[in-house]
Structures are given as C-alpha cells and as structure tokens.
C-alpha cells in the first residue's frame, strides 16, 4: 500500500525536535499568545519577507478576517476561482460579498489576470487568486490589473508556502496573504492553525483587533471581533517544522520531476510550472480523459489518489444565489480530468515508479 500522504515518517525524523519545543510550552505553562507566537510570527514574516505575519487559529479564518480588515461587505464582489477548496468563496459568503467565479489557466489551474479582467464590475473590491496545488499563480500581471482598478488583492497561499511568484515569495504581493496549516499542508502544524501577511500597517492593526475579540488591550474593545488564536503549542511546533521547509520542500520537488519523467511518454497533462512562476507541489496534479480507468488501477493495488476537485464551486448548493460566474470550460474539464498522485517528501523512488506503473498499465502499458 502506498498512501496519498504519510505524516508518520515526517514525525519519527523531527520526533526529537519536536518533543522538546513541546515540552518547553508544557513547563511553561504558557499556552495562548506566549513567546512561541511572538518568535513563530516574526520568523514567519522574515521567511516570507513580509513587514507583517500575524498567527490565527485556521486558514479559513485568515481569509474571513483578512476580507474584514480589508472592509469587504455586502454589495461587494470579490473575484476568486471556482477550482479550489471551499475555504475562499465561503469567507466571501460570510462577509456578506459575492463570489464572482472565473475560469482558470488549463496548464497552471490558476485563474489569470486575462480571466479576471472581462469580470470586473463597478461593484468589484478584490481579487483573491488561489495558489492552487502549491504553483504560485502570475501575481505580478493580477497586481498590476489590480492597481489599475484600485481593487485588494487578498492571496489564498494556503497550499503555497515557500513557492514564489516572479521572485516573491506568495503573500507578499497583494495586500494581504492567508495561510493555512493544517497538518496536511507544506508547513503543517499538528492541529489547526492560520497565518495572515502584509506589508500594510493599517491592515495588521485591524486584522489584529478582529482576531482578538476586537480588543486592543485588555478589557477594552473597539470592534465586534472572533477568537481566533494560534495556540502556543502548535506555534512551538511550526517553529520547528519551518526551519526544515526549505529542505522538504525540494523533496517535493525532486519527486514531482521523478513522476513528470516516469509519466512523459504517456497522453496525460503533468504539471509544468513556468519558469517565474514555482511550484511547491502540496499535490502533484495530472489530466487525463482515462482518469477513472487509472484510479481503477490504483485502488486495485491500494495505492492513494484523490481528485481535487470533482465539481466546480458555484455548482455547489452552498453558493446558489450568493455567487455568479463567467464561462468556465477550462475548470469544466479539469474537474472530468483531475487526478493527484501520493506526494509528501518522503515518498520514495521506489513508490514513485510504482504509482506510474500502475499508470502506464491503466494505459495498456
């Protein structure tokens, strides 16, 4: 059996790393907003060169939150892609905004500046570009788009960290970038967890009232805000995790050119990130019109797969009547298509030519 992800191995590597920073909170007794945060915070933002890097309890939060700060409400579009996790147009929702839904590049599964630029309306406050599967979208030409219509650009680098767009690392373009840790993620806490970036003074302090009951100091309270907190022991353990991301990152890397080699003779579509635009490969994603003859043969030899995603956003209930979309051919196909492969760092030569075995066979190979 070959798993879609493997945390074990990762753990058994940083086991000893890992229990001493756990240990130290626990003898601390420091537990919420300790130094921990302060440090993960700060080494956050030096990573990502960023002025600003503010934890929160999940990625779904940063996305609400950073659409608060950036005053987004009802009457508002927001311009976002329907290929994703569900995360992003529901922070829509639940600013009272609408989801606009554009169709995204057949190659990078981005949406681009060209599919933005024919949905902006007089009622458009924002875009927020997804950094789909770990390939930075083209930021630099959605910036300019942006600046030019004086909309937010909030980034969804929730899948991303550590990728780069035209040199920058993502969420240090926009206005603000949104991270998720959940422990499937490049950098994966053991639990929930959520970083919100900016180079924006404003923005950090607003950000920092709604996470902390709109509350600058104690007992005062200037806005209605959430509770949302990255606890002291899952920033111990992103300390640790973050100063290895670098390495497990290439490792991602390394294993997606063994599959793209093991694959390149076959008539499937693999990922080929353009030269400015990388690609840290939370998911090794492929095309296929024999998609559900391949996963017959992986499930045949217990091997994970999965399909991110099977249906387009806005022809899901949740967004009926809160969301609209332009034509989206390109995401209409990619989600009869998609297939992603096991990918986690430690994967091995040995697991990586079995998977493309099984699909080379699926082929009639």
């Known amino acids: 059996m070959i798993p879609m992800l493997d945390l074990k191995l990762q753990h058994a590597m940083l086991r000893e790393e890992i229990d001493a920073a756990i240990s ?70 639940h600013v009272g905004a609408t989801a606009v839904f554009v169709d995204i590049d057949p190659h990078t599964f981005n949406i681009t500046a060209a599919s933005i630029e024919p949905a902006i309306t007089d009622r458009t406050r924002a875009i927020l570009p997804v950094h789909l599967f770990g390939q930075a979208a083209d930021m630099e030409a959605i910036c300019e788009l942006a ?22 690392p ?11 840790f959940f422990p499937s993620k490049n950098l994966g806490g053991y639990g929930d967890g959520g970083l919100f970036t900016t180079n924006s003074d404003l923005l950090a302090e607003h950000f920092s009232l709604l996470k902390n009951h709109g509350s ?18 899952q920033a111990a353990v992103l ?17 997606a050119t063994r599959y793209t080699r093991g694959l390149e003779a076959l008539p499937v579509q693999t990922p080929q990130p353009p030269g400015d635009l990388s690609h840290v490969f ?5 095309l296929s019109p024999k998609r559900d003859a391949i996963i017959e043969r992986l499930q045949q030899a217990q091997i994970g797969h999965a399909v991110y995603y099977p249906q387009p956003l806005p022809s899901q209930q949740a967004f009926s009547g809160i969301s609209r979309s ?30 493309v075995g099984m699909i080379q066979q699926a082929h009639g190979g």
């Open 239 to 255: 300390r640790v995790k973050l100063r290895h991301l670098d390495a497990f990152n290439r490792k991602r890397i390394d294993a």
């Open 326 to 355: 332009l034509e989206l051919r390109h995401t209409e196909a990619t989600c009869r298509q998609c297939l992603s492969l096991p990918m986690f760092p430690e994967i091995s030569k040995t697991q990586i030519e079995t998977v």
């Open 170 to 180: 993502t969420g240090g373009m926009g206005d603000a970038g949104c991270f998720s």
């Open 216 to 233: 600058p100091i104690r007992n005062r309270h200037q806005v209605l805000g959430w509770n949302s907190r990255l606890d002291e022991l």
């Open 24 to 93: 130290g909170v626990l003898a601390s007794t420091q537990f919420i907003q300790g130094e921990n945060v302060r440090e993960f915070e700060a080494e956050a933002a030096e990573y990502l060169g960023v002025r600003h890097a503010l934890s929160c309890n999940s990625g779904s939060d940063a996305l609400h939150l950073a659409l608060r700060a950036c005053n987004i409400g009802p009457g508002d579009e927001v311009i976002t892609t329907p290929f994703s996790f569900a995360a992003a147009a529901e922070a829509i929702g």
């Open 282 to 286: 939370h998911q090794y994603t492929l």
């Open 147 to 168: 600046g030019r219509h004086e909309l937010r650009v909030i980034e969804d680098c929730a899948q991303s960290f550590g990728a780069r767009s035209n040199g920058t």
